[in-house]
C-alpha cells in the first residue's frame, strides 16, 4: 500500500535547508518534489498545482526544482507514473479470468488513491516507460482469457471504457460537477421525473460499489463468449 503523504517538515528559518552559493537544497529529489505535487494536488486540486507552491512546500527555489524535473509537462508526467505505480498487480497464481476481475478492481482502487489526480490520469496518454507497460501488463491479462489478438484488444478498449467512466464519475464526476445556473428542485424532479425520484437513492454513495460490481460482472461474463466465438 501507498504510504500517506504528508506535508514535509521545515527545519529552522526559510531557506536554512539550501546549500550555501544558491545551489541545490540539501536532500532535494526528484521523489520528494513529486510526493510534494501529490499533497498539493490532493489538497488544491490540479489547477492548484504550480511551481511556485512547490518551491514554498519544499523550502527552495523554482530553478532548484528545474534541476530534477525540467518542467511542469514533466512534472505532470511524473505524478501520472506515480499513480500507475502504485497499481496493485494481482497475484500470478490466479486463474486468469480471477486475474482480470481483481485487476479491474485495482485501478479503481488505484483512482480513488488519487481522487483529485485520476482526472488527469485518465485522460493522459500512458506514453512513458511507466505507462506503456502498465498497458502490456493489462494487455497481457486480457489475452489470457481471450487469446483472439483482436478480440482482446476491442475487449480491452471496453474494460477501458468501462474503468475509465467509473472511476471518473466517483472521483470528480456528476455530483462534483458544474450545477446549473438556476436548478430544479426536489418538489421539480418528484412531480416531472418520477423514474428519476424513484431512482436517486441507488445513485448514492453507499450504493456504488453493488453498482461497479454488477458492471463487472456483466463485461466479464461476456468474455468467454468472445474466445469461445
Given at each position: 500500500?501507498?504510504?500517506?503523504?504528508?506535508?514535509p517538515?521545515?527545519?529552522?528559518?526559510?531557506?536554512?535547508?539550501?546549500?550555501?552559493?544558491?545551489?541545490?537544497?540539501?536532500?532535494?529529489?526528484?521523489?520528494?518534489?513529486?510526493?510534494?505535487?501529490?499533497?498539493?494536488?490532493?489538497?488544491?486540486?490540479?489547477?492548484?498545482?504550480?511551481?511556485?507552491?512547490?518551491?514554498?512546500?519544499?523550502?527552495?527555489?523554482?530553478?532548484?526544482?528545474?534541476?530534477?524535473?525540467?518542467?511542469?509537462?514533466?512534472?505532470?508526467?511524473?505524478?501520472?507514473?506515480?499513480?500507475?505505480?502504485s497499481?496493485?498487480?494481482?497475484?500470478?497464481?490466479l486463474?486468469?479470468?480471477?486475474?482480470?476481475?481483481?485487476?479491474?478492481?485495482?485501478?479503481?482502487?488505484?483512482?480513488?488513491?488519487?481522487?483529485?489526480?485520476?482526472?488527469?490520469?485518465?485522460?493522459?496518454?500512458l506514453?512513458?516507460?511507466?505507462?506503456?507497460?502498465?498497458?502490456?501488463?493489462?494487455?497481457?491479462?486480457?489475452?489470457?482469457?481471450?487469446?483472439?489478438?483482436?478480440?482482446?484488444?476491442?475487449?480491452?478498449?471496453?474494460?477501458?471504457?468501462?474503468?475509465?467512466?467509473?472511476?471518473?464519475?466517483?472521483?470528480?464526476?456528476?455530483?462534483?460537477?458544474?450545477?446549473?445556473?438556476?436548478?430544479?428542485?426536489?418538489?421539480?424532479?418528484?412531480?416531472?421525473c418520477?423514474?428519476?425520484?424513484?431512482?436517486?437513492?441507488?445513485?448514492?454513495?453507499?450504493?456504488?460499489?453493488?453498482?461497479?460490481?454488477?458492471?463487472?460482472?456483466?463485461?466479464?461474463?461476456?468474455?468467454?463468449?468472445?474466445a469461445?466465438?
Open positions: 500500500m501507498m504510504r500517506k503523504i504528508a506535508p517538515r521545515r527545519r529552522g528559518p526559510a531557506g536554512a535547508a539550501r546549500r550555501a552559493g544558491g545551489g541545490t537544497p540539501a536532500g532535494l529529489s526528484r521523489e520528494r518534489i513529486v510526493e510534494a505535487g501529490l499533497a498539493i494536488v490532493e489538497a488544491d486540486g490540479l489547477s492548484g498545482l504550480s511551481t511556485r507552491k512547490l518551491g514554498e512546500r519544499l523550502d527552495c527555489e523554482a530553478m532548484s526544482i528545474y534541476h530534477h524535473v525540467p518542467s511542469k509537462h514533466h512534472l505532470l508526467d511524473a505524478l501520472v507514473d506515480h499513480a500507475i505505480a497499481f496493485e498487480w494481482p497475484a500470478a497464481e486463474p486468469p479470468l480471477q486475474r482480470l476481475r481483481a485487476a479491474m478492481y485495482a485501478y479503481r482502487a488505484m483512482a480513488h488513491r488519487w481522487p483529485a489526480l485520476f482526472p488527469l490520469v485518465a485522460l493522459h496518454r506514453n512513458t516507460p511507466t505507462g506503456v507497460r502498465f498497458i502490456e501488463g493489462i494487455l497481457a491479462l486480457v489475452q489470457a482469457v481471450v487469446p483472439d489478438a483482436e478480440l482482446a484488444a476491442r475487449h480491452f478498449r471496453t474494460l477501458g471504457y468501462y474503468l475509465a467512466g467509473a472511476a471518473l464519475d466517483e472521483t470528480a464526476g456528476y455530483a462534483r460537477g458544474l450545477s446549473a445556473a438556476e436548478p430544479v428542485d426536489g418538489a421539480f424532479i418528484a412531480r416531472e418520477p423514474r428519476l425520484a424513484a431512482a436517486a437513492r441507488w445513485f448514492q454513495r453507499p450504493e456504488w460499489d453493488r453498482t461497479f460490481d454488477l458492471g463487472v460482472d456483466a463485461l466479464l461474463q461476456a468474455l468467454p463468449r468472445g469461445a466465438a
